[in-house]
């Protein structure tokens, strides 16, 4: 049942979260300095002026293969992604087709939202990474999370997930989206059946997945 397998791969150099209580270690250091909340509030702050944060949100209700069943809620979850990170303070990418239900719902979110479409998650790359290459020039540390709702299979123990009219494995993911954009810390969720598969292969003697290659890499590429 898609939804029912949340598989989360992270890559680069640690989480911000890590980043900020290494910031609060730091300013503990020294003859008895207390560390106030205001300081770490600071810490958190100045983090974060450094820092360019982007999310690309795929939710596909229907898959290409029409043999799978039509999913309710992968473009509801999408929306919800988009309001979460949004409130964080990221810029999002948005690639959901909305039933009714759920423009009625998110309304404002209907007009923004590529179709989640081959075509679409290009130019929506392209866009991210035009920002991300600009953020670089100015000195500020890139931040990526990319999160798909929706359907997920494998074949020959390869692992992908669908859009309405292609596919997506491990290795599509990492060349058409994690690479083109070059962040400096990359976050995959996704929630899909078989999402294990992305990340890893079956079998003695196996060669390791594009996100296992991905997950040592430093800054997410080779």
Known sequence: MAGGDDGRIRTGRGSG??????LTLALAAGPVRAVTPTMVRRAATEL????????????????GD??????????DDAARYQGLFRALGFRTFLLARFDANTERVHRELAGEAYLPRGQELTAAVALLASAAARAREHGRRVLLYVVYAGHGQVERSEGFVLLED????GAMLRREIIERVG??????IVD???????????????????????????????
Do not use: Q
């Open 166 to 169: 292609r596919r997506l494995s």
């Open 192 to 222: 899909a059946c078989n999402s294990y598969y992305l990340a890893y292969s079956r079998g003695p003697g196996r060669s390791p997945t594009a996100v296992e290659r991905l997950r040592a890499a430093p800054r997410g590429l080779p």
């Open 48 to 63: 974060a002026a450094e820092t360019s944060r982007f999310a690309l949100i795929i939710g596909v209700n229907r898959a």
């Open 183 to 188: 962040a400096d810390e990359t976050h995959l």
């Open 66 to 75: 029409r043999s799978l069943p039509e999913l309710r809620y992968a473009d």
């Open 17 to 22: 979260l890590a980043l900020v209580l290494g």
